[in-house]
């Protein structure tokens, strides 16, 4: 079972830009899923999250009020929504899918990744 995300690229500062997520095979989280980032030089970072069973949603500090998460459960699918990109946002950005309860915000609950997608805010 594979996650596959997309829509990374290229972006002036100030823009927006929208990744989505989606399983290659069956759907498969019931839990949770979130997006992560690494920047390069630096370790991974949540950035948001959503728990299913309520549409509870989490960010960091450094993305709220910029970035909102949205999803399909049925479908196990993700999209993050980034608005007023700036440079320091420039990472790699993975989705991920939760395999039980837990924070969202705490990487060992996810074992499911997908490959990553670049995204560079550059003028």
């Known amino acids: 079972v594979q996650l596959q995300a997309y829509g990374g690229g290229l972006v002036q500062p100030g823009a927006s830009l929208t990744l989505s997520c989606a399983p290659s095979?069956?759907?498969?989280?019931?839990?949770?899923m979130s997006w992560f980032r690494q920047a390069p030089g630096k370790e991974r970072e949540f950035v948001a999250g959503?728990?299913?069973?309520?549409?509870?949603?989490s960010y960091a500090d450094s993305v709220r009020g910029r970035f909102t998460i949205s999803g399909d459960k049925a479908k196990s699918t993700l999209d993050l929504q980034m608005n007023s990109l700036k440079p320091e946002d420039t990472a790699v950005y993975y989705c991920?899918?939760?395999?039980?309860?837990?924070?969202?915000?705490?990487?060992?609950?996810?074992?499911?990744w997908g490959q990553g997608t670049l995204v560079t805010v550059s003028s």
């Open positions: 095979g069956r759907t498969f989280s019931r839990y949770a």
């Open positions: 991920a899918a939760a395999a039980a309860y837990g924070p969202l915000y705490l990487q060992r609950y996810y074992p499911y």
């Open positions: 959503i728990r299913w069973s309520d549409g509870m949603t």
